[in-house]
């Protein structure tokens, strides 16, 4: 018969390095360390790439966003080789959480939307990198990070119907769900016409 018991545990320990990964906050650590100021204090206050990319350093803002999807991909690739699939979607879950409500910044974090690559990336290669093509190409056009985010993932499970298996289908539509959530003040400004363009230096 299964070990339910050993099973349940190999869940729960790759729950909790998913989101104690997840919580590291890359870009305040960016912002520190180079001198950058109190990401709180700038533009949007998020602790993301797109709000890093408002202090003017292009540099921060690149390793915010490679550092940040790390936390994704590495928790999914290292539970699909050393636990299970269902080990690796349930981690990829708890990083995106950590990441938005990290128990450091009092669960004040981010957007999640660097992270929500990475684990997408990781999960599927293809997947991953058809939501990038969505991303940059609405970003291109609209300028607004929140709408290319908000578009990729709301496209994200539909494309998963379509040319996976579905085996992912059910963790990409509970991150899609987390990103209108956490997008929820963007919606209210694209709506208004207020939202902040990217490369903006305004507050958002």
Wanted: net charge positive.
């Amino acid at each position: 018969m299964p070990d339910f018991e050993s099973a349940s545990a190999v869940l729960l320990l790759w729950a909790a390095l998913g989101y104690l990964a997840g919580s590291v906050p890359s870009g305040m650590i960016l912002a520190r360390v180079m001198n950058l100021g109190n990401l709180r204090d700038i533009g949007s206050g998020n602790i993301g790439a797109t709000n890093v990319l408002r202090t003017g350093n292009k540099k921060a803002a690149a390793l915010t966003l490679i550092f940040d999807a790390a936390k994704g991909a590495i928790i999914v690739l290292g539970a699909r080789q050393l636990a299970a699939e269902d080990a690796a979607q349930l981690g990829a879950l708890m990083a995106f959480l950590g990441h938005c409500f990290p128990v450091w910044l009092r669960f004040k974090g981010g957007k999640g939307v660097a992270t929500y690559f990475g684990i997408l990336l990781a999960v599927s290669w293809q997947i991953g990198l058809i939501a990038c093509a969505i991303w940059l190409l609405v970003a291109a056009v609209s300028r607004y990070s929140s709408l290319a985010a908000l578009v990729t993932a709301g496209w994200i499970p539909l494309v998963v119907g379509f040319i996976s298996t579905g085996e992912i289908f059910l963790l990409s539509a509970a991150l899609c769900l987390l990103i209108y959530a956490r997008h929820w003040s963007n919606i209210q400004r694209l709506r208004k016409g207020t939202e902040t363009k990217i490369g903006s230096k305004t507050t958002a």
